[in-house]
Antibody, heavy 124, light 108 residues
Framework: EVQLVESGGALVQPGRSLRLSCTASGFTFDDYAMHWVRQTPGKGLEWVAGIGWNGDSIYYADSAKGRFTISRDNMKKSLFVEMKSLRPEDTALYFC?????????????????WGQGTLVTVSS | EIVLTQSPGTLSLSPGERATLSCRASQSVSSNYIAWYQQKPGQAPRLVVYGASSGAAVFPDRFSGSGSGTDFTLTISRLEPEDSAVYYCQQYGSPPRTFGQGTKVEIK
Protein backbone atom coordinates (compact mmCIF):
# COMPACT_ATOMS: atom_id res chain seq x y z
CA GLU A 1 0.00 0.00 0.00
CA VAL A 2 1.35 3.41 -0.97
CA GLN A 3 1.87 5.71 2.00
CA LEU A 4 2.99 9.33 1.92
CA VAL A 5 3.53 11.11 5.22
CA GLU A 6 4.22 14.84 5.27
CA SER A 7 5.80 16.75 8.13
CA GLY A 8 7.31 20.12 8.92
CA GLY A 9 4.26 22.35 8.76
CA ALA A 10 4.20 25.18 11.29
CA LEU A 11 3.16 28.72 12.11
CA VAL A 12 5.82 31.07 10.74
CA GLN A 13 6.17 34.81 10.37
CA PRO A 14 6.12 36.46 6.95
CA GLY A 15 9.55 36.51 5.35
CA ARG A 16 10.78 33.43 7.21
CA SER A 17 11.65 30.02 5.78
CA LEU A 18 10.30 26.54 6.29
CA ARG A 19 11.21 23.08 5.06
CA LEU A 20 8.59 20.41 4.48
CA SER A 21 9.33 16.71 4.21
CA CYS A 22 7.47 13.72 2.84
CA THR A 23 8.39 10.12 3.56
CA ALA A 24 7.22 7.48 1.12
CA SER A 25 6.64 3.75 1.39
CA GLY A 26 4.84 0.98 -0.45
CA PHE A 27 6.25 1.65 -3.92
CA THR A 28 9.57 1.99 -5.73
CA PHE A 29 10.16 5.63 -4.86
CA ASP A 30 12.95 6.29 -7.34
CA ASP A 31 10.79 5.22 -10.30
CA TYR A 32 8.30 8.05 -9.95
CA ALA A 33 8.13 11.81 -10.21
CA MET A 34 6.83 13.46 -7.05
CA HIS A 35 4.92 16.67 -6.44
CA TRP A 36 3.81 19.21 -3.88
CA VAL A 37 0.22 20.46 -4.13
CA ARG A 38 -1.36 22.95 -1.74
CA GLN A 39 -4.93 23.64 -0.77
CA THR A 40 -6.57 26.74 0.60
CA PRO A 41 -10.24 27.47 1.23
CA GLY A 42 -10.09 30.43 -1.12
CA LYS A 43 -8.01 29.16 -4.05
CA GLY A 44 -8.70 25.44 -3.83
CA LEU A 45 -6.05 23.01 -5.07
CA GLU A 46 -2.88 24.44 -6.57
CA TRP A 47 0.04 22.41 -7.93
CA VAL A 48 3.24 23.92 -6.50
CA ALA A 49 6.24 21.94 -7.76
CA GLY A 50 7.28 18.63 -9.27
CA ILE A 51 10.54 16.71 -9.49
CA GLY A 52 11.49 13.86 -11.81
CA TRP A 53 12.29 10.35 -10.64
CA ASN A 54 16.02 10.99 -10.71
CA GLY A 55 15.88 14.64 -9.65
CA ASP A 56 17.02 15.98 -13.02
CA SER A 57 13.72 17.54 -14.07
CA ILE A 58 12.17 20.17 -11.85
CA TYR A 59 9.17 22.38 -12.49
CA TYR A 60 7.54 25.10 -10.42
CA ALA A 61 4.29 27.02 -10.46
CA ASP A 62 4.84 30.72 -11.06
CA SER A 63 3.82 31.36 -7.44
CA ALA A 64 6.73 29.21 -6.24
CA LYS A 65 9.49 30.16 -8.68
CA GLY A 66 12.46 31.82 -7.01
CA ARG A 67 11.22 31.12 -3.48
CA PHE A 68 10.61 27.37 -3.26
CA THR A 69 13.11 24.60 -3.92
CA ILE A 70 11.96 21.01 -4.38
CA SER A 71 14.38 18.14 -3.86
CA ARG A 72 14.41 14.43 -3.16
CA ASP A 73 16.60 11.80 -1.52
CA ASN A 74 15.92 8.47 -3.21
CA MET A 75 18.03 6.56 -0.72
CA LYS A 76 15.83 7.81 2.10
CA LYS A 77 12.61 7.67 -0.01
CA SER A 78 11.96 11.28 0.88
CA LEU A 79 10.69 14.41 -0.84
CA PHE A 80 11.36 17.94 0.37
CA VAL A 81 10.43 21.52 -0.34
CA GLU A 82 12.37 24.45 1.04
CA MET A 83 10.17 27.55 1.17
CA LYS A 84 11.76 30.97 1.60
CA SER A 85 10.40 34.50 1.90
CA LEU A 86 7.06 33.11 2.96
CA ARG A 87 3.96 35.27 2.46
CA PRO A 88 0.52 35.14 4.09
CA GLU A 89 -0.84 33.83 0.78
CA ASP A 90 1.37 30.74 1.15
CA THR A 91 -0.83 29.68 4.05
CA ALA A 92 -2.24 26.32 3.03
CA LEU A 93 -2.39 22.60 3.60
CA TYR A 94 0.56 21.15 1.66
CA PHE A 95 0.18 17.69 0.14
CA CYS A 96 2.87 15.40 -1.14
CA UNK A 97 1.62 13.47 -4.18
CA UNK A 98 2.92 10.66 -6.36
CA UNK A 99 2.89 10.77 -10.14
CA UNK A 100 0.85 7.95 -11.61
CA UNK A 101 3.20 6.87 -14.39
CA UNK A 102 6.59 5.29 -13.87
CA UNK A 103 9.48 7.44 -15.18
CA UNK A 104 7.11 10.20 -16.25
CA UNK A 105 8.30 13.77 -16.58
CA UNK A 106 7.01 15.93 -13.74
CA UNK A 107 5.85 18.51 -16.27
CA UNK A 108 2.60 16.68 -16.86
CA UNK A 109 0.74 13.67 -15.58
CA UNK A 110 -1.91 12.91 -13.01
CA UNK A 111 -1.49 12.04 -9.35
CA UNK A 112 -2.56 8.66 -8.05
CA UNK A 113 -1.62 8.87 -4.38
CA TRP A 114 -1.63 11.75 -1.91
CA GLY A 115 -0.52 12.19 1.68
CA GLN A 116 -2.75 13.66 4.38
CA GLY A 117 -1.02 17.03 4.22
CA THR A 118 0.88 19.32 6.58
CA LEU A 119 -0.42 22.76 7.51
CA VAL A 120 1.63 25.87 6.90
CA THR A 121 0.39 29.12 8.40
CA VAL A 122 2.18 32.35 7.58
CA SER A 123 1.17 35.09 9.97
CA SER A 124 2.72 37.66 12.26
CA GLU B 1 -2.49 28.47 -18.17
CA ILE B 2 -5.71 26.53 -18.68
CA VAL B 3 -8.56 27.59 -16.38
CA LEU B 4 -11.05 24.89 -15.42
CA THR B 5 -14.56 25.89 -14.41
CA GLN B 6 -16.70 23.33 -12.64
CA SER B 7 -20.46 23.38 -12.35
CA PRO B 8 -22.64 23.29 -10.44
CA GLY B 9 -21.01 24.46 -7.24
CA THR B 10 -23.18 22.14 -5.18
CA LEU B 11 -25.32 19.19 -6.21
CA SER B 12 -27.91 17.91 -3.74
CA LEU B 13 -29.43 14.58 -4.73
CA SER B 14 -31.05 11.52 -3.18
CA PRO B 15 -29.54 8.03 -2.99
CA GLY B 16 -30.01 6.15 -6.24
CA GLU B 17 -30.13 9.30 -8.35
CA ARG B 18 -27.66 10.18 -11.08
CA ALA B 19 -25.09 12.93 -10.56
CA THR B 20 -23.64 14.81 -13.52
CA LEU B 21 -20.65 17.05 -12.81
CA SER B 22 -19.27 19.38 -15.46
CA CYS B 23 -15.73 20.64 -16.03
CA ARG B 24 -15.15 23.22 -18.76
CA ALA B 25 -11.68 24.26 -19.89
CA SER B 26 -10.68 27.70 -21.12
CA GLN B 27 -8.93 26.03 -24.07
CA SER B 28 -8.75 22.57 -25.55
CA VAL B 29 -7.09 20.03 -23.28
CA SER B 30 -4.32 18.18 -25.04
CA SER B 31 -5.02 14.46 -25.49
CA ASN B 32 -8.06 14.86 -23.23
CA TYR B 33 -5.74 14.69 -20.26
CA ILE B 34 -8.37 15.25 -17.58
CA ALA B 35 -8.42 13.62 -14.16
CA TRP B 36 -11.12 13.68 -11.51
CA TYR B 37 -10.50 13.45 -7.76
CA GLN B 38 -12.80 12.85 -4.82
CA GLN B 39 -12.08 14.56 -1.51
CA LYS B 40 -13.95 13.96 1.73
CA PRO B 41 -13.60 16.30 4.73
CA GLY B 42 -10.27 15.91 6.47
CA GLN B 43 -8.98 13.50 3.85
CA ALA B 44 -6.59 13.65 0.93
CA PRO B 45 -7.93 13.69 -2.64
CA ARG B 46 -8.37 10.29 -4.28
CA LEU B 47 -8.05 9.66 -8.00
CA VAL B 48 -11.38 8.67 -9.57
CA VAL B 49 -10.83 9.01 -13.33
CA TYR B 50 -7.83 9.73 -15.57
CA GLY B 51 -7.48 10.28 -19.28
CA ALA B 52 -11.01 11.72 -19.22
CA SER B 53 -12.68 8.29 -19.19
CA SER B 54 -10.46 5.66 -17.55
CA GLY B 55 -11.61 4.67 -14.11
CA ALA B 56 -9.30 4.20 -11.16
CA ALA B 57 -9.43 0.62 -9.90
CA VAL B 58 -10.59 1.45 -6.38
CA PHE B 59 -13.79 3.10 -7.54
CA PRO B 60 -16.86 1.12 -8.69
CA ASP B 61 -18.12 1.40 -12.25
CA ARG B 62 -20.89 3.67 -11.04
CA PHE B 63 -18.28 6.38 -11.59
CA SER B 64 -17.58 7.23 -15.22
CA GLY B 65 -15.91 10.04 -17.08
CA SER B 66 -16.50 11.39 -20.56
CA GLY B 67 -15.83 14.35 -22.79
CA SER B 68 -13.25 15.83 -25.08
CA GLY B 69 -11.78 19.15 -26.14
CA THR B 70 -13.02 21.67 -23.60
CA ASP B 71 -16.03 19.91 -22.05
CA PHE B 72 -15.76 17.01 -19.64
CA THR B 73 -18.19 15.21 -17.37
CA LEU B 74 -18.02 12.96 -14.34
CA THR B 75 -21.14 10.88 -13.88
CA ILE B 76 -22.08 8.92 -10.78
CA SER B 77 -24.86 6.69 -11.99
CA ARG B 78 -26.49 5.57 -8.74
CA LEU B 79 -25.57 7.73 -5.80
CA GLU B 80 -24.80 6.13 -2.47
CA PRO B 81 -24.37 7.95 0.85
CA GLU B 82 -20.60 7.41 0.81
CA ASP B 83 -20.33 9.38 -2.44
CA SER B 84 -20.85 12.60 -0.50
CA ALA B 85 -17.67 14.61 -1.17
CA VAL B 86 -16.13 17.40 -3.20
CA TYR B 87 -15.03 16.41 -6.69
CA TYR B 88 -12.26 18.22 -8.52
CA CYS B 89 -11.21 18.03 -12.14
CA GLN B 90 -7.59 18.56 -13.15
CA GLN B 91 -5.95 19.01 -16.55
CA TYR B 92 -2.48 17.66 -17.16
CA GLY B 93 -2.17 18.21 -20.89
CA SER B 94 -0.56 21.64 -20.72
CA PRO B 95 1.81 22.70 -17.96
CA PRO B 96 1.21 23.87 -15.38
CA ARG B 97 -1.38 21.28 -14.37
CA THR B 98 -4.43 23.12 -13.03
CA PHE B 99 -7.50 22.20 -10.99
CA GLY B 100 -11.10 23.24 -11.08
CA GLN B 101 -12.66 24.84 -8.00
CA GLY B 102 -14.68 21.73 -7.15
CA THR B 103 -18.28 20.52 -7.06
CA LYS B 104 -19.75 19.48 -3.75
CA VAL B 105 -22.05 16.48 -3.93
CA GLU B 106 -24.53 16.25 -1.07
CA ILE B 107 -26.72 13.24 -0.44
CA LYS B 108 -30.17 14.12 0.88
Amino acid sequence: EVQLVESGGALVQPGRSLRLSCTASGFTFDDYAMHWVRQTPGKGLEWVAGIGWNGDSIYYADSAKGRFTISRDNMKKSLFVEMKSLRPEDTALYFCAKDALRWNTPENGYLDSWGQGTLVTVSS
Amino acid sequence: EIVLTQSPGTLSLSPGERATLSCRASQSVSSNYIAWYQQKPGQAPRLVVYGASSGAAVFPDRFSGSGSGTDFTLTISRLEPEDSAVYYCQQYGSPPRTFGQGTKVEIK
